[in-house]
């Protein structure tokens, strides 16, 4: 089945850097990774997303990159405040006739300081 | 975005007893919705998926008796965990697909912290 891997477990960033964090998938087949922020006590929250057929997609100050080839997608936060802190997971679907089902990263837990 | 409410946000239960937690997706219809569990600074552990009209399909080490799972319509799933013990307690968490397909968006509910005394 998918395994996602997500890297780093960690990130502490100085506000106005930049944070880049990264994923890898293993089921090829695999065409939707959405990005979540999840706030302590908190559902995660959907914060951008791509599809398989697209390389990158951009909102605001966030971006996420697909390499299919290579299987890894990153997400991109430029201009980083202090609410941006939190939980950030990745995921990716498993085929719809597999059950649709989105598999997670295990998480980072990114720390803006002001 | 969509709006998946999840209801109680908190609860307190005996050893023993069941706990009901729902699920609804406000502004859409959901064919499928997911559950899933976290533990603290863990991601997300899938338990099952929940199909409207249809059982309900459990991950493998997931007791589907003591973790029943029902969608009666396309817009409420509600999970009961029968005869908690305090190893159940843990943050409970829905997801709602906007669409059928795989590569639909996924919301999720604010979560529900279950603590079995």
């Known amino acids: 089945g998918e395994n996602v891997e997500q890297h780093p477990s960690t990130l502490s960033v100085q506000e106005g850097d930049s944070a880049v964090i990264k994923c890898t998938y293993s089921d090829s087949a695999s065409n939707y990774f959405p990005w979540y922020k999840q706030e302590l006590g908190k559902g995660p929250q959907l914060i951008i997303d791509i599809r398989s057929n697209v390389g990158e997609k951009k909102d605001q100050r966030i971006a996420v990159t697909l390499n299919k080839t290579a299987k890894h997608f990153s997400l991109h936060i430029t201009e980083t405040q202090p609410e941006d802190s939190a939980v950030y997971f990745c995921?990716?679907?498993?085929?719809?006739?597999?059950?649709?089902?989105?598999?997670f990263g295990q998480g980072t837990e990114l720390s803006v300081k002001p | 975005g969509a709006v998946v409410s999840q209801h109680p946000s908190r609860v307190i239960c005996k050893s023993g007893t069941s706990v009901k937690i729902e699920c609804r997706s406000l502004?859409?219809?959901?064919?499928?919705m997911f559950w899933y569990r976290q533990f603290p600074k863990k991601s997300l552990m899938l338990m099952a998926t929940s199909n409207e009209g249809s059982k309900a399909t459990y991950e493998q080490g997931v007791e589907k008796d003591k973790f029943l799972i029902n969608h009666a319509s396309l817009t409420l799933s509600t999970l009961t965990v029968t005869s908690a013990h305090p190893e159940d307690s843990s943050f409970y968490i829905c997801?709602?697909?906007?669409?059928?397909?795989?590569?639909?968006?996924?919301?999720f509910g604010q979560g529900t912290r279950l603590t079995v005394v």
């Open positions: 995921a990716a679907t498993v085929p719809y006739n597999q059950g649709g089902k989105l598999i």
């Open positions: 997801s709602a697909r906007r669409g059928g397909g795989g590569d639909t968006e996924a919301f």
């Open positions: 502004d859409f219809q959901a064919t499928t």
